[in-house]
T-cell receptor, first 114, second 111 residues
Framework: GAVVSQHPSRVICKSGTSVKIECRSL??????MFWYRQFPKQSLMLMAT?????????EQGVEKDKFLINHASLTLSTLTVTSAHPEDSSFYIC??????????FGAGTRLSVL | TQLLEQSPQFLSIQEGENLTVYCNSS?????LQWYRQEPGEGPVLLVT?????EVKKLKRLTFQFGDARKDSSLHITAAQPGDTGLYLC???????????FGAGTTVTVRA
C-alpha cells in the first residue's frame, strides 16, 4: 500500500508553546489529506480536511485558529497546534487520500503538553 | 450518534477460535474499508469493498459487504495472537471522500 510518513512520532512540550506536525505522502500525490485526533481506546475523530492549495475545512467544534493546517504541496500537509495546553495532549494521526475514498495513514504523533 | 455502529466493542478469545466483527448503518456507502491498528501506531488498511454482496478474503480474514451496502462484517478464522489489535470499519458516503469510522473493536487473542 501507499506510504505516509508522519513526523515527529512523539513530542513533549511546555504549555503555551506551538508544535508542528508534518505529514508526507512518499510515493503518491495527495490532493487531500486528513487530520484526526484519537483518545485512548477510542476511534478516530476527524478534525479537518486539508486540500492542496486551498484552505482547510474544519469539522464542527474544532478551532481553526488553534489547529493551523497548511497543505502547500501535493505531498506535504502540516498541522500546527498553537499555544498548546495540557488538554491538547492526544494522539494525532494524518492520512492521505488515495484512489476513491481509501485513506492511507501515518504512524501518528503522541503529543504531551506539560 | 455514529453513522456506523460497530460491535462488539471488545472481544477476547483463545488462539484457534473464530471471531466476527460487525458494522451496521442505516446509510448506504459507496465504499467501506477495514483497518487494523496497533497501540501507538496509525491504522493499516486491510481491505476495501465497493460492491454490494462482495466477499473478499485475505488469508484467514473474510470481509463481506451487505447487498444494500449498509453493513459489513469481518470474520477471522483460527485467530492467532498476532491478530490482536483494534479493528476499525470506515465508510464513505456517495460523493464524499470523508470517512465515517465505527467505534472500533479491540480484539485480544490469548495464546
Amino acid at each position: 500500500g501507499a506510504v505516509v510518513s508522519q513526523h515527529p512520532s512523539r513530542v513533549i512540550c511546555k504549555s503555551g508553546t506551538s508544535v508542528k506536525i508534518e505529514c508526507r505522502s512518499l510515493d503518491f500525490q495527495a490532493t487531500t489529506m486528513f487530520w484526526y485526533r484519537q483518545f485512548p481506546k477510542q476511534s478516530l475523530m476527524l478534525m479537518a480536511t486539508s486540500n492542496e492549495g486551498s484552505k482547510a475545512t474544519y469539522e464542527q467544534g474544532v478551532e481553526k485558529d488553534k489547529f493551523l493546517i497548511n497543505h502547500a504541496s501535493l505531498t506535504l500537509s502540516t498541522l500546527t497546534v498553537t499555544s498548546a495546553h495540557p488538554e491538547d495532549s492526544s494522539f494525532y494521526i494524518c492520512s492521505a487520500r488515495g484512489q476513491g475514498a481509501v485513506q492511507y495513514f501515518g504512524a501518528g504523533t503522541r503529543l504531551s503538553v506539560l | 450518534t455514529q453513522l456506523l455502529e460497530q460491535s462488539p466493542q471488545f472481544l477476547s478469545i483463545q488462539e484457534g477460535e473464530n471471531l466476527t466483527v460487525y458494522c451496521n448503518s442505516s446509510s448506504v456507502f459507496s465504499s467501506l474499508q477495514w483497518y487494523r491498528q496497533e497501540p501507538g501506531e496509525g491504522p493499516v488498511l486491510l481491505v476495501t469493498v465497493v460492491t454490494g454482496g462482495e466477499v473478499k478474503k485475505l488469508k484467514r480474514l473474510t470481509f463481506q459487504f451487505g447487498d444494500a451496502r449498509k453493513d459489513s462484517s469481518l470474520h477471522i478464522t483460527a485467530a492467532q495472537p498476532g491478530d490482536t489489535g483494534l479493528y476499525l470499519c470506515a465508510g464513505a458516503l456517495a460523493n464524499d471522500y470523508k470517512l465515517s469510522f465505527g467505534a472500533g473493536t479491540t480484539v485480544t487473542v490469548r495464546a
